[in-house]
């Protein structure tokens, strides 16, 4: 799996959805069910919560493998949050 960053003010339309192992027609009709970016934009600004973190983490990969994730993945997405001074995260699945 890789990590990616981005800056959490990049428009949903300058994204683009490649994985594989999943139906992307939900997605491709509403991007925000899995990048949820201008709901919480939104709520940013209407103050029910705190401002976005700068960066976006994501990840993109096949996960068949929990231990992996536990072990390898969560501790780097945690550090990169903790650097941006992050205090909460919004974990997506797809």
Do not use: C, W
Request: hydrophobic share 45%; charged share 15%.
């Amino acid at each position: 799996y890789t990590i990616r960053t981005y800056p959490s003010n990049t428009p949903l339309e300058a994204l683009a959805f490649a994985h594989g192992h999943y139906d992307h027609t939900a997605v491709e009709q509403d991007p925000q069910v899995l990048v949820p970016l201008g709901h919480l934009q939104d709520m940013a600004a209407a103050g029910e919560i705190g401002e976005l973190a700068p960066t976006v983490i994501s990840f993109m990969g096949y996960q068949p493998d929990l231990t992996r994730v536990v072990d390898e993945l969560i501790p780097l997405i945690v550090e990169a949050a903790r650097k941006d001074g992050a205090h909460a995260a919004l974990l997506v699945p797809a």
